[in-house]
């Protein structure tokens, strides 16, 4: 059965490669790679200077490896899309549309989150339907929407067709062994290695470099009377605050052992999106809580890419919240149990806004090491 599956996979490798305008086996793009590999060590600093020395898994020839799969398109069934080309280096690692195109056309179900900081992330996709990276890199090659390679067997035989990988693989793991463990795991460092904390808050933190008049009011807001802080505070504004005493969920209690960074923010009175719900009933609506890291870069915003810039995302929170069943209490008026109002002022707004621009690391939008090597 096994000779009989290797067999299937080379035949269909060889119909899908010679269905392509560019054939694999005759017109291959190499990656570009630098003589000695990129040092991949993690640059941490401003409010992740904690985590100065701490191992979290990372080779230099594996993250190599992992950029390489990360960019390149043969991990699609068709060999149009990659990793990339859903998240973006130039916009955080995000995607500029609401959904984001995958294979024979196909629109993605959700927006594409970016990508930073992941090392430590338990709760991945807008759903949480992953706890761990390893699972979170290969879910796309996986899902038939996206990139349609439902058969790890069939990835690998391809992977083994393409000259470059031999010597990566050997350089990341001492043997040109192609596994989908090995796959996921090099993809897992490359995106571990995503880190970014040079931004005007990170300077702002470590060393005391003033902000704008005006971003220091939205700061104050942000932490004041804008309540933001309640679901994006940490060093990457995605954790839940400490006003928040209830550590489980759904949504504000019950037991069931959900960690607290995920809510119902009332996108919609009625849902049009379950989130995760498909766990439980009581998590209809309820998403993770994104991170704000270079948030002025990743538009559009929200699980579905409804809204189009910052100013629509705040004034949802001024004014637009909408009471849904599941509603997360931090946006219900403590006396009358109705979805709140913050009443900001348009000045007020504004500074807030100027606020999250102070979270873009820019050096992040043009670090080499996460380039796409294929030069395309």
């Known amino acids: 059965m096994k000779h009989l ?19 694999f086996q005759t017109k291959i793009t190499y990656p570009v790679l630098p003589e000695n590999s990129y040092d991949y060590s993690p640059k941490w600093g401003g409010m992740h200077s904690h985590m100065e020395g701490q191992e979290i898994g990372i080779t230099d020839a594996g993250a190599t490896l992992g950029r390489v799969l990360f960019y390149d398109r043969i ?12 998240h973006s280096q130039s916009v955080g690692f995000s995607d500029k549309t609401k959904l984001s195109d995958g294979i024979n056309h196909q629109k993605t179900d959700r927006n594409a989150p970016p990508i930073s900081n992941l090392y430590d992330d338990n709760l991945l996709f807008w759903d949480g339907r992953s706890t761990s990276i390893d699972d979170l890199v290969l879910e796309p090659v996986r899902n038939h929407k996206e990139m349609g390679m439902e058969n790890m067997d069939f990835l690998v035989t391809k992977i083994k067709a393409a000259p470059y990988y031999e010597d990566l693989f050997v350089k990341a793991y001492g043997s040109p062994e192609v596994t989908a463990d090995k796959i996921a795991h090099a993809m897992t460092q490359f995106v571990k290695s995503m880190i970014g904390c040079d931004s005007e808050m990170d300077r702002h933190q470590a060393v005391g ?9 939205g700061m104050d807001l942000f ?5 933001c802080y309640n679901c994006h505070s940490g060093p990457d504004f995605n954790d839940r605050g400490g006003f928040f005493t209830d550590p489980f969920f759904p949504p504000n209690g019950g037991g069931f052992g959900w960690a607290q960074d995920i809510a119902d923010i009332g996108l919609d009175e009625t849902y049009t999106d379950v989130g995760m719900g498909v766990f439980d009933d009581a998590l209809i609506g309820v998403f993770k809580i994104p991170s704000l890291r270079n948030v002025a870069m990743t538009a559009p915003y929200m699980h579905d890419g409804r809204f189009a810039t910052l100013e ?14 599941n509603l997360d209490n931090l946006f219900k008026s403590w006396d009358t149990g109705e979805a709140i109002t913050l ?22 939008m043009h670090d080499e090491r996460f380039s796409d090597p294929f030069n395309r």
């Open 343 to 364: 009443g900001l002022n348009d000045s007020e707004k504004s500074a807030i806004v100027a606020f999250l621009h102070t979270l873009t690391d820019e050096n992040y």
């Open 223 to 227: 932490f004041g009377k804008g309540t």
């Open 5 to 23: 599956m290797t067999l299937l996979s080379l035949c269909l490798l060889f119909a899908v490669i010679s269905c392509q305008k560019d054939s």
């Open 312 to 325: 629509e995302v705040v004034e949802h929170y001024n004014t637009g919240i909408q009471k849904s069943p």
């Open 209 to 217: 470099q003033p902000l704008s008049t005006l971003a220091q009011q």
């Open 75 to 86: 991990l699609s069934i068709d060999n149009t899309v990659s990793c990339g080309s859903c």
